[in-house]
């Protein structure tokens, strides 16, 4: 009964998220409205939406973004850090880990995803199929994340008054996909020209042959996603995938973006509060590549900051993460002071569309694919300079083609002006061009290294397929304050369920533990997380 307190009135409380000229349908069947009122309103579906679109990740109030995944997943991807060692230094970023921050990566998307889902659902499954195919787009995009972050979780039971608050298996919620991706396809297929989406559609203004573009390419990058684990299910469904007639991503415009009106949380996080700066993993691999992409994504040190900074002007520089409180801080702040003038964001990203899934990224989905084998898939090094391109072209920096040819640069080491102490060498020796002498590892740790910089600042994506690939080779934390749970070399490999799942659904998390096959903290992998070589 605790667990059905805990899912059912949320989704319940989904249906107020009505306009007001809908206030006479309460005492009547949704379904019942007029055609006519369908076209003109159809509010009481469509308002569903945007608490979806805006809570994939929430990106308002940004502190809610901050704990859902800027201190989690931006950080262990390499992308980002803190320069404030937040509670002396004992946070996520050194793995002692913060049960009250983890607590909103499960929450926000079930509270303001899952009920909208679940809620239109009921609203479109059996009389309006292209929303209800959109609806299960939006799901999957979400709850993979979810997924990848924890492991086994509430996914087909969500909402089932008889098994609420049941736990799937990772493999039973990716099989979810696959089949809720199936029929989402099938519906927009069969209506494709329809226009009934675009008053309520915050990334394609309606047109359905990006919504399948869409599908497909987040069925190849969940495909992918299996490959070590279970190779026939993900060949099967990357060629379905790559056979789809409607395609895959091709061009930036068919790019995966949350265009809303609320300001990006990165845009508060950085410019307002300091709390977040580049990563010495990026700095590593940016400047060690003369990447052009690199001024596009961090603004480099100005000589008016001279005074207050030990990092040269025109350089740019990133902290390392895992920082503990240093020796001769005296607090927090003090530390940040010595680090917030590190690597800031571009303003240019500062911006309010939220890049969830880009062209760049599908290319280098091919490119592996290709590795693999599977048919369709293409040449992969023409995949592979594609995306390269893809991504220069995306954020407007040129010198793609010379870049490509690069066979000398690599990453660079670090030095840390502050403390010395957190110099470390290089982790890779990986360059740019591509080498068709070379062995499909190192072919896929340069698809898999620049795959990860095309997908800058999407931390959650790159967090993933860190640990499923081992790349980009990242430098790990300075200090690990894990108790011994989290192995320093090989890193985080996921969050423990979250507290408030403990306290109300305490039989059912004992029970996903053991479809985790291991204990609950951050050191066990995952099930598409096998630990074997990629090949």
Same mark, same amino acid.
């Given at each position: 009964?605790?667990? %059905?307190?805990?899912? %059912?009135?949320?989704?319940?409380?989904?249906?107020?998220?009505?306009?007001?000229?809908?206030?006479?349908?309460?005492? @009547?069947?949704?379904?019942?409205?007029?055609?006519?009122?369908?076209?003109?309103?159809?509010?009481?579906?469509?308002?569903?939406? &945007?608490?979806?679109?805006?809570?994939?990740?929430?990106?308002? =109030?940004?502190?809610?973004?901050?704990?859902?995944?800027?201190? $989690?997943?931006?950080?262990?991807?390499?992308?980002?850090?803190?320069?404030?060692?937040?509670?002396?230094?004992?946070?996520?970023?050194?793995?002692?880990?913060?049960?009250?921050?983890?607590?909103?990566?499960?929450?926000?998307?079930?509270?303001?995803?899952?009920?909208?889902?679940? #809620?239109?659902?009921?609203?479109?499954?059996?009389?309006?199929?292209?929303?209800?195919?959109?609806?299960?787009?939006?799901?999957?995009?979400?709850?993979?994340?979810?997924?990848?972050?924890?492991?086994?979780?509430?996914?087909? $039971?969500?909402?089932?008054?008889?098994?609420?608050?049941?736990?799937?298996?990772?493999?039973?919620?990716? $099989?979810?996909?696959?089949?809720?991706?199936?029929?989402?396809?099938?519906?927009?297929?069969?209506?494709?020209?329809?226009?009934?989406?675009?008053?309520?559609?915050?990334?394609?203004?309606?047109?359905?042959?990006?919504?399948?573009?869409?599908?497909?390419?987040?069925?190849?990058?969940?495909?992918?996603?299996?490959?070590? @684990?279970?190779?026939?299910?993900?060949?099967?469904?990357?060629?379905?995938?790559?056979?789809?007639?409607?395609?895959?991503?091709?061009?930036?415009?068919?790019?995966?973006?949350?265009?809303?009106?609320?300001?990006?949380?990165?845009?508060?996080?950085?410019?307002?509060?300091?709390?977040?700066?580049?990563?010495?993993?990026?700095?590593?691999?940016?400047?060690?590549?003369?990447?052009?992409?690199?001024?596009?994504?961090?603004?480099?040190?100005?000589?008016?900051?001279?005074?207050?900074?030990?990092?040269?002007?025109?350089?740019?520089?990133?902290?390392?993460?895992?920082?503990?409180?240093?020796?001769?801080?005296?607090?927090?702040?003090?530390?940040?002071?010595?680090?917030?003038?590190?690597?800031?964001?571009?303003?240019?990203?500062?911006? #309010?569309?939220?890049?969830?899934?880009?062209?760049?990224?599908?290319?280098?989905?091919?490119?592996?694919?290709?590795?693999?084998?599977?048919?369709?898939?293409?040449?992969?090094?023409? $995949?592979?300079?594609?995306? %390269?391109?893809?991504?220069?072209?995306?954020?407007?920096?040129?010198?793609?083609?010379?870049?490509?040819?690069?066979?000398?640069?690599?990453?660079?080491?670090?030095?840390?002006?502050?403390?010395?102490?957190?110099?470390?060498?290089?982790?890779?020796?990986?360059?740019?061009? *591509?080498?068709?002498?070379?062995?499909?590892?190192?072919?896929?740790?340069?698809? %898999?290294?620049?795959?990860?910089?095309?997908?800058? =600042?999407?931390?959650?994506?790159? *967090?993933?397929?860190?640990?499923?690939?081992?790349?980009?080779?990242?430098?790990?934390?300075?200090?690990?304050?894990?108790?011994?749970?989290?192995?320093?070399?090989?890193?985080?490999?996921?969050?423990?369920?979250?507290?408030?799942?403990?306290?109300?659904?305490?039989?059912?998390?004992?029970?996903?533990?053991?479809?985790?096959?291991? #204990?609950?903290?951050?050191?066990? &992998?995952? *099930? *598409?997380?096998?630990?074997?070589?990629?090949?």
């Amino acid at each position: 009964m605790m667990k %059905i307190r805990k899912y %059912i009135p949320l989704a319940l409380a989904g249906l107020l998220f009505v306009s007001c000229g809908d206030l006479e349908q309460f005492n @009547v069947n949704d379904k019942n409205i007029s055609q006519e009122q369908l076209e003109v309103d159809f509010q009481h579906v469509g308002s569903k939406y &945007r608490p979806i679109f805006e809570n994939i990740y929430q990106y308002q =109030p940004a502190w809610s973004y901050q704990l859902q995944q800027n201190l $989690n997943a931006d950080v262990y991807s390499g992308y980002l850090t803190n320069p404030r060692p937040f509670v002396a230094g004992a946070n996520n970023t050194t793995y002692n880990l913060v049960s009250g921050w983890n607590n909103f990566i499960w929450t926000v998307p079930y509270q303001n995803v899952m009920n909208n889902v679940q #809620s239109i659902s009921e609203l479109t499954e059996n009389d309006f199929p292209t929303l209800y195919g959109v609806n299960l787009i939006l799901k999957v995009a979400a709850m993979h994340r979810v997924t990848d972050v924890f492991g086994p979780i509430v996914y087909t $039971n969500f909402g089932d008054l008889n098994n609420a608050g049941v736990y799937d298996s990772q493999q039973e919620v990716y $099989n979810a996909f696959f089949s809720e991706l199936d029929v989402a396809v099938a519906n927009l297929n069969a209506d494709i020209s329809s226009t009934r989406f675009s008053e309520f559609d915050m990334s394609y203004s309606g047109d359905y042959s990006k919504w399948l573009k869409l599908a497909n390419s987040l069925r190849l990058r969940l495909a992918i996603r299996i490959s070590k @684990v279970d190779p026939a299910k993900a060949q099967q469904e990357g060629e379905k995938a790559l056979a789809e007639s409607n395609g895959l991503m091709e061009s930036n415009a068919d790019g995966f973006f949350v265009n809303g009106s609320l300001p990006h949380p990165l845009s508060v996080i950085d410019n307002s509060w300091g709390d977040i700066r580049m990563n010495a993993s990026m700095e590593s691999i940016l400047v060690g590549y003369n990447d052009p992409r690199a001024d596009k994504f961090f603004q480099e040190v100005n000589p008016g900051d001279q005074s207050t900074t030990p990092v040269s002007p025109g350089n740019l520089k990133g902290v390392r993460a895992g920082l503990p409180l240093l020796p001769g801080y005296a607090d927090e702040i003090a530390q940040k002071a010595d680090y917030i003038t590190f690597g800031v964001i571009n303003d240019e990203l500062h911006t #309010s569309q939220v890049q969830l899934m880009t062209a760049a990224e599908v290319a280098f989905l091919k490119a592996e694919a290709s590795l693999r084998g599977w048919t369709g898939a293409g040449d992969a090094k023409a $995949n592979y300079e594609q995306g %390269i391109d893809l991504s220069f072209q995306q954020h407007q920096a040129g010198g793609s083609s010379t870049y490509v040819m690069d066979n000398t640069s690599a990453p660079a080491d670090y030095v840390d002006p502050v403390n010395a102490a957190n110099n470390i060498a290089a982790m890779s020796t990986i360059t740019i061009a *591509w080498d068709d002498a070379g062995t499909n590892e190192e072919k896929l740790e340069k698809v %898999i290294t620049q795959k990860w910089i095309a997908m800058f =600042p999407e931390g959650q994506e790159a *967090w993933s397929e860190y640990r499923r690939t081992g790349y980009p080779k990242i430098f790990p934390v300075v200090s690990n304050q894990s108790g011994g749970t989290v192995d320093t070399d090989i890193q985080i490999r996921r969050i423990p369920f979250v507290d408030s799942e403990y306290s109300t659904n305490a039989a059912n998390v004992q029970n996903a533990v053991t479809l985790l096959g291991g #204990s609950d903290n951050g050191g066990t &992998r995952l *099930w *598409w997380d096998t630990g074997n070589s990629n090949f």
